[in-house]
């Protein structure tokens, strides 16, 4: 035997019996590459090369590093080729097909399946063609075809049966079981992943057993039964540790992170994931490194931790790019869009969400472009362009029906519903949220559910059906706390509180913010602590308590800024402004909300910047910088426009009136007052439209018409009779008055003589 056979047999068995010790192998990798170089050449030994081959790609999965994978499958077609193995072919051709698919590449995938599934079956090999159809069914499933994916996993299953492989049936009923699971048809899941598990215990698969286990919680996750998932994977956890399988302890590790998460308890979940990282690390898993990584940047982006959130995610997109696997950099791109419109730069984390699209679109996997699609919808949202928010949200749906996820379709439907309650059209918000509980029932995911009935009792709230409304949030409440959704639980009690605060129930309502401050404490959750600081401050305000409501929303305010948070913070200045302007200091207001209204602008938040413009406009009034004050309603009344809200419309134009007609501009200030009468009248806003005659009245009497000003007068007060408006009955019956002395006195001045 020469040197180079000795060296090239000697290399092919370490890199074989060093399988699971990927440093080793990766201290002897100049060597193993020499040895593949000969063994590759024209003197070589061509009967080695499948086995390089083989324990090569072995390698690199379990890096996770799927192009260097991926060529050495390549590496291994052509050589089964040039030795006319057709069955290696068919393996190589499967593999190839394996490798495309788990990096999004579908398409491709199904192209090396069907080539394999020609030559499996032209050999009559049965068992091949079963594990081919197998894999041809999770690119189906990956592309939302499910009907499809079931139909191949039927033939797959009948085959295994056929030829007696126990340990391939389970594998394809595990694979049932993941189609179901995607289909929203959990019970049905649950049924062929016990089959599954059954075969695998009587087997003594170990690995399988924990596999199954793995996917039976993830299914009792998706159905909100959060302490029932954490039961099943801690069922693996021994299994693993017994046969030594670290890469499954991280998998399971990271699970149970995902569930801790789904019930609030965010440190915990936090020790899960950094555990799997860990692991992941440590056996050289550079994929599941990435996801880890991932799953840490969404639990510091829940902890309100928005930078350190922004750290992990952006460490999870260099690694991906490194390993060149496309679909982690676009599900990381997606992930990073959430946090960077946290920051408040919406339009890169537009650019983002595009960017994630364009990658999920050109691989065909319409879930996560739906996904996609319902995250640019709250950018939008949270932008107040509610218009583009409904067609990115509508457009998610409709993915989402194509695909048959059901979950994801009640989620659009929700997200879209609140958007038309946004809008004002609490009918529409209220019927798409309806649709979105009937989906769920299929489902029976209950903390969906419990969500659900939060936003309908936050509709009903907003229709002042107050009983009703608490009603709703009492039953969401129930359900959060019986799913053990504790970040959920605080939203319902932050809900009860803010409603019974319009109930006039103040201190009942501050009882309720205290309990969810107490859970949002407990949980770690720092920019809810913030807003429900805020909340209760805002109460005590009404109260009267104005130094106490300072107090309280400086407390939020030094949160927001301790966690990076722009958004909240700018948010809580605008609040702080307008407590201080109820009390009588425009000057402070001043200097809070110019922040918040640069926050506002930086981050193209039209509805935030039209609020603080109002509350700087009042501010320059009470100030009597009455040209400042104007220059700052006209920008509120342009935002208003192009957001179609006609309310706050005319609430800007009766400002500018009462500003032109300080300013002794009576011309222009009964301009503004006839166009803020046409805004309510076309929205049939009676109270308004009795304000703008009001104003009218007055206006005209200033003007020196009297008597046109007494026709707007008694307009005025017929309105505010009507609809029963006392304190409007009794301010429009005073100008009327007022309009008919400066009539009386005009019709007693002397006339000039008739000449």
């Given amino acids: 035997m020469s040197v180079w056979q000795r060296h090239a047999h000697y290399y092919l068995s370490l890199t074989q019996s060093c399988a699971n010790d990927w440093q080793r192998i990766e201290a002897e990798l100049d060597q193993i590459y020499q040895a593949w170089d000969w063994v590759s050449s024209p003197d070589g030994e061509m009967s080695l090369i499948l086995g390089y081959v083989e324990a090569m790609a072995a390698f690199q999965q379990m890096r996770g590093l799927w192009k260097d994978g991926l060529s050495w499958h390549q590496r291994g077609l052509v050589a089964a080729r040039m030795l006319g193995n057709c069955k290696e072919e068919c393996t190589f051709l499967n593999n190839i097909g394996w490798y495309c698919h788990e990096a999004g590449e579908q398409r491709h995938a199904m192209n090396c399946y069907e080539q394999a599934l020609i030559m499996a079956r032209e050999a009559s090999d049965r068992a091949s063609e079963a594990v081919v159809l197998s894999n041809m069914a999770l690119v189906h499933l990956a592309l939302g075809e499910h009907h499809r994916a079931m ?31 995607a289909s929203g048809e959990y019970h049905r899941a649950l049924e062929s992943y016990e089959q599954a598990l059954a075969i695998r215990r009587e087997l003594g698969d170990p690995w399988g057993e924990v596999t199954v286990l793995n996917n039976m919680g993830m299914v009792y996750y998706d159905m909100g039964e959060r302490h029932r998932a954490i039961e099943y994977l801690e069922q693996a956890i021994p299994v693993l540790s017994a046969v030594g399988d670290r890469p499954g302890q991280a998998v399971t590790f990271g699970n149970l992170g995902q569930c801790y998460a789904g019930l609030g308890e965010r440190h915990r979940a936090l020790e899960a994931y950094v555990r799997a990282l860990a692991v992941h ?17 969404l639990i510091y982006y829940d902890l309100g931790e928005r930078d350190r959130a922004r750290n992990y995610y952006e460490r999870a997109l260099s690694m991906a790019r490194e390993v060149g696997d496309q679909m982690a950099e676009a599900i990381v791109l997606n992930n990073l869009g959430l946090v960077i419109a946290a920051l408040g730069e919406n339009h890169r984390a537009s650019d983002l969400y595009d960017r994630a699209i364009s990658v999920f679109h050109q ?9 996609t699609l319902n995250n640019i919808g709250r950018v939008h949202y949270e932008s107040g362009e509610h218009h583009s928010a409904i067609a990115s949200l509508e457009k998610s749906v409709a993915l989402t029906r194509q695909v048959g996820d059901k979950e994801g379709e009640a989620i659009g439907l929700a997200n879209t519903g609140l958007v038309y309650g946004a809008l004002g059209e609490h009918s529409r918000a209220l019927g798409l949220y309806e649709q979105a509980l009937a989906i769920n029932e299929t489902l029976g995911n209950r903390a969906l559910e419990a969500a659900l009935l939060s936003s309908i009792g936050e509709i009903y709230a907003a229709q002042e059906e107050h009983s009703r409304a608490l009603e709703i949030h009492n039953r969401a409440l129930v359900m959060h706390r019986q799913v053990g959704s504790r970040p959920l639980e605080a939203v319902s009690l932050n809900n009860i509180g803010l409603l019974l605060s319009e109930m006039d129930d103040h201190g009942r309502a501050i009882g309720y913010l205290e309990q969810a401050l107490k859970v949002l ?17 805002l109460i005590r ?30 948010s809580l200045l605008g609040d702080l402004g307008q407590i201080y302007l109820e009390m ?23 509805e935030e910047e039209e ?22 309603y006209q920008e509120a009344l342009e935002i208003a426009r192009r957001l179609d809200n006609e309310q706050n419309e005319g609430t800007w134009l009766i400002e500018l009136g009462d500003v032109c007609q300080t300013l002794s501009d009576a011309l222009q200030a ?5 166009q803020a009468l046409e805004v309510a009248r076309g929205s049939n806003n009676k109270w308004a439209e009795s304000v703008c005659l009001s104003r009218l009245g007055r206006v005209l009497r200033q003007m020196g018409n009297p008597q046109e000003a007494l026709g707007y007068y008694r307009q005025a007060l017929d309105i505010a009779q009507q609809i029963e408006d006392e304190e409007g009955m009794a301010f429009h019956g005073q100008g009327l008055l007022h309009g008919q002395q400066s009539s009386l006195r005009h019709a007693g001045e002397p006339t000039e003589p008739a000449v």
């Fill in 584 to 606: 009588g200091e425009a000057h402070e207001t001043v200097v809070c909300v110019g922040p918040a209204l640069a926050v506002a602008r930086k981050t193209g938040n039209l």
């Fill in 611 to 632: 609020v603080q413009l109002g509350i700087l406009g009042k501010a320059w009034s009470n100030l009597g910088e009455w040209q400042k004050a104007k220059v700052h």
């Fill in 151 to 181: 139909d191949l996993n039927d033939q797959a299953l009948s085959i295994r049966r056929e030829v007696g492989d126990r340990a391939g049936e389970a594998t394809t009923l595990d694979t049932i079981g993941r189609v179901y699971h």
């Fill in 363 to 371: 691989a065909g996997d319409k879930a996560k472009e739906a996904a």
């Fill in 541 to 570: 305000a009404i109260q009267g308590e104005a130094r106490d409501a300072l107090a309280y929303l400086q407390r939020a305010l030094q949160i927001a800024r301790d966690i990076g948070d722009m958004v909240c913070e700018a």
């Fill in 521 to 537: 404490h407990e949980i770690g959750d720092q920019k809810g602590e913030a807003n429900t600081l805020a909340n209760i401050g």
């Fill in 670 to 674: 009964a301009e503004y007052y006839r």
């Fill in 281 to 297: 690390r440590e056996v050289g898993r550079q994929n599941m490194e990435i996801t880890a990584l991932n799953s840490i940047g």
